[in-house]
């Protein structure tokens, strides 16, 4: 605990090596500033945070400084509202503003730009500078990201974002002097997966979104509500935004322990299914479907994608004997064992805050970036962390003096390993990169556990070791020898999951799709692409009398089903998911549903014929041993704060008597919500909600995502009121399953073993549909090592993998053991890795 | 008390004075430009749309009668899709034409626009836009703003250096 | 039978007539404001705007008659019909022109007097049924108001019954032949001009319904046909207060020339226009004003008005025996 004085007021703060900028945020006071970031900390480069220091208390005069670049200590005195620093900030403003553009009414930041905010703050409100404004030109940096270079102000956050945090290598800043230019050598997409935070980063207007430009609505009319992001199994929390009844964007929803300041592309971009023009919107009579429902055997197929209300309802419908995990038999194993491993685990799996502060990382067989890509952001900072921290501590750098600790370490990294078959995006902050084939990465886990080799000697060390593994091997053996290792090192274990749900619908622990009997008459389908789980698909649909689909996705079996349910996507309906660590977090609807579109549970119930409210179906499935407590998620619909619900929309919201004015002049009612504490309203609680309440982050006079400041306990903290999610999952519970090590792998003359291969952008089927994603959906295409490409010429081959044949584009991967090719997922619905045969293309013939 | 008589004396003799109302349908006065009446969108020096569907008139109209929907041609110059008022709730007070950066939506010294039915307020963008530039004649938003559209490259625009050449050399 | 024909008609018209004018007045008030204010009043339906009384009767009609859920309903529904009843009934006791009355009672003042009490109960009713507070301050100012002024309003009247020497108005029309009341009775003609005002809450006395302060007094939650009542019962009111003053001030039917009736009408409506006049050119009281006035200036006014009246009459008495 020390003592600061601010403007002769006493305050209490606990300086934890932060500065005097976080500190004087923390407190709630109002204090101008670009260049730092809480993330990224400070570099002193704006000049906008300008404070008066004195001495002591007989200082009159005191020293101009920047708060961004002081640490915090006992006794200091300091002054926000001295003339002098007043006048010096809006000082800095104005030679800022001199070459920024007259823009803002076509500046899609307008109205959530952090450089407005701080203008406003400083008082800047009339330009006199009459001379000419440089210009810049821009770059097309692909469909993501648009780039308006005039309205940079040189703060450097995105390239220190961009380079030093995320890792990208093709964002930079060229130039000199005021000709600084923020941008790539050539136009071209941004290579970077973690590109779209650039938009939240940049304080100006710079970098937006572009897909939010296209379809373009101020922050101030979206209709909003606390979400998760259902494109992998980390569970980052979003806030996506509706208007007119169109999804127009996804923003960062701070949450302390899992995605922090930012979200991947995938999960920032792949929003627009929700808007996709090929949704099913038509439904099929619920009472012929509810007749066919006694005419035999029922079974149902529950989705890792859809909630667990959904599945819940599913269940309840079909019954437990009944209920089928609509998951690929190969990843349903996986997904079972992952989770058995965790249960015996003796720690819980580690949230991303933990994966960040771990001080040596052994990768096994998974390449996060196109898995869990958030996932392989925490990695990243976990491998460059520890070395500052050392620098920091040898030199006596403050924590936050983020330049000069990077000056310091130069590319030093904790020990870091990865073993996997192909490169990954981690391998440039790595120790050590090794391409094995799955068994000899599972090989190497258990040598590691065994205490063998320099790997083992390196992590042993550690104070905070990690584990990570996952399904993109979709190998059991690696599961198993990473758990292995972790235990014998006392590492953490973290397992990648594919879906949003993954680990939920596990937890219900009904058997594969694939053990479904064949005699059933009626199957119900939630969620469910059988096309993509079972080579067999077509053969078992044709035996099923009634195929039954409720989904939001136009999939095959969509289209070879009997009756077609359309059902809500994450944006229209209530649901909780379950995330890689076993936490289950409450997504709300941002905008209801239209037409005959339903939530997927609402369907379900009303084939059973009973009509229950949201919290109803979560109270019935915390009577589940597994779920016990999970309606502890988020509040129940009928909290309220002084008497009112949280209102979705800002209170600014504009044109509520004309929206809908050509349909009918008189204004609609509000469209009830008798599912959450959140009301299809501008009306309600005007103040801060609980953290899983949370709908946006404003603030009076904040009107950038950089609010977020005044909803957090302190800057960089949690989120003010009740922590959002429940954990599930049980821990240390037994005993180890033992697990043996594989014999090493043996390439074969006559076959090949193909490997799985996922991308962030299009091995997710939700994301898949989003324009901006498909555009950068790589081309399939059939990664083989050196050899292989030499002897088949780069031509087209024929693959054939179990039943399926597949003509595909070679592409060349040199480090690849030999015998293994890489085959992209969903292709077909084989399982990988999985042994096939490689034919020339008819170039080679 | 005298001068309570005093008062109703008064009053009583302005039986006789000259009566100011003017008798509006048979007779109409004159207008003042600056009157607040119907709202008109207006077009540029150069004949383009200068509405550049920024939303800041809708988000300050107070009745919530201005609805409007951000789009772009292909060389990304910002117009709105649609644009509505909703007279029936229009209450003329002139905020939204205080707010609108482009002199684009302006209010107008017409006010005879009663109907029968509600719905025959509601107007939409092709009963909004005029062909002129209505009391604003020379400002043209896209000439002053950094924004590159068609028919205006970067450094092309008022008080504007040409673009930087990032490459070069040269102080 | 012609006799009782000849009644019968003349109760329809006493009925029918103040009814008339006082729905005229709802037209012919705003002209006379406008008249007074340099502007026109409605002038646009019919000739010189007259119907306007009908398009105004036809949208009063028309509007939703709402009782609203909070309000006591048979008290509310009885509170406008009250002040209607008490204000016709005393018509009944006004002599018109010679043998044109409908019961020149001997106690007629003290008729009207009574009910003009009566009249107070449906302020009071009707602000206390709606259960509003505007409603009910609107009444309890009422209340006050017209307790105080109805004490000097009787006082104020005895001059010119003890002139007359008799409460029935037909007498008191009579005995005005050669010389009006309202030479020798002076005081009591513009007190009771005043009080009258009060009585029929008119500006500046319209301290129930101070539209600024109390939404619409008293009649806040009426609406339709039941606020109707209420606004024809004030003009109705007005008309009543003007035909007591000319019958009993102004020399009743008593004219040269034109018939007796038509005399009657025509002072009664100069009355009426002095009424609007005074609407026209005074503000509204403040409460404490109004109760000073009342019983401070006005009652010691009429008191020792009735004392010199008494002691004139007396000392005249004596000069005859
Ligand atoms: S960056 Fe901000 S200040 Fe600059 S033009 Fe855009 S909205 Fe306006
Ligand atoms: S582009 Fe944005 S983040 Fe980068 S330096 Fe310019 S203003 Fe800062
Ligand atoms: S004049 Fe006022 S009420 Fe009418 S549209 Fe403009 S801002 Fe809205
Ligand atoms: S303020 Fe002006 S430019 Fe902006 S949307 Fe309204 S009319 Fe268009
Ligand atoms: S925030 Fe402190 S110098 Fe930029």
Redesign the interface.
Known sequence: MATIYIDNEPYTVEPNGRNLLEVCLSLGLDLPYFCWHPALKSVGACRQCAVILFRDENDTRGRLTMACMTAARDGMRLSLTDPRAVAFRASIIEWLMVNH??????CDE??ECHLQDMTVMTGHVRRDY?????????QNLGPLVNH?M??CIACYRCVRYYRDYAGGRDLQA??W?D?V?F?RMEDGTLESPFSGNLVEVCPTGVFTDKTL?R????K??LQTAPSLCVHCGVGCNTMPGER?GLLRRVQNRFHHEINGYFLCDRGRYGYEFVNDAARPRVAADPDTVRGWLSEGRVAGAGSPRASLEANAALRALVGAENFYAGVAPAEHALVALMRALLEVHPTPPPSLREVEEADAVLLLGEDPTHTTPRLALALRQAALRPPMAAAGATLKIPPFDDAALREAVQDATAPFFIATPQATALDGVAMQALRLAPDDVARLGYAIAAGEGEIAAALRNAQRPLVVAGFGSGSPAVAQAAAAAARALGARLCFTLPACNSLGLALFDAPGVADMPRDVKTLILLETDLFRLLPDAEARLRKVKHVVVLDCLATPTVAAAHAVLPTATFAEADGTLVNYEGRAQRHFRVFPATGDVREAWQWLDALRGVTRTFDEVTAALAALPAFAGVEGAAPRAEFRLLGQPVPRQPH????????T??VD?HEPTTPPDPDSPLAFSMEGYQGHPPAPLTPRFWAPGWNSQQALNKFQQEVGGPLVGRPTGVHLLPVNTGAVPAGTPPPPFQPRADAVLFLPAHHIFGSEPLSARAPGIAALTPAPALAVGAALYARLGGGPVEVRVGDAVLTLPLREDPALPVGTAVLPVGLCAEALPAWGTLTGGPRDA | MLSILHTIWNVFTHAFHRRVTVRYPEEKRPLPPRWRGRIVLTRDPDGAERCVACQLCSVVCPVGCIALQTTQDETGRRYPAFFRINFSRCIFCGFCEEACPTCAIQLTPDYEMAEYTRPALVYEKEDLLIDGTGKYHDYNYYRVAGLAIGGKDKGEAEHEQPPVDVRGLLP | MLELLRQALIIIGVLAVPFLIASGLTWGERRLLALFQDRYGPNRVGPGGVLQVAADMFKILMKEDWTPPFADRPVFVLAPAIIIIATLSSFAVLTFAPGIAVADLNIGLLFFLAMSSMAVYSVVLAGWASNNKYALLGSLRAVGQMLSYEVFMGLSLMGVVIQAGSFSLGTITRAQQHLWFCVPQVVGFVVFTIAGLAETRRIPFDLPEAESELVAGYHTEYSGLKFAMFFLGEYVGITLIAALVTALFLGGWWGPVLPPLVWFLLKTLVVIAFFILVRAALPRLRFDQLMEFGWKLMLPLSLLNLLVTGAVVLWQEGLRF
């Not at chain 1, 553009?101 to 076509?106: E, G, I, K, L, N």
């Not at chain 1, 009459?130 to 821009?138: A, L, M, S, V, Y």
């Not at chain 1, 600014?652 to 929206?659: C, E, I, N």
Request: proline share 4%; with cysteine; charged share 25%.
């Open positions: 553009p007259h823009d803002c009414p076509v307008g109205g009459r001379f000419d404004k440089r210009t810049h030109r821009n308006e005039n309205r060229l130039g002097h000709h230019y941008g430009g379809h373009y609505t101020r101030w009319d007119y600014r919201t504009s044109g509520r008597t004309a929206v004015a050509n002049v």
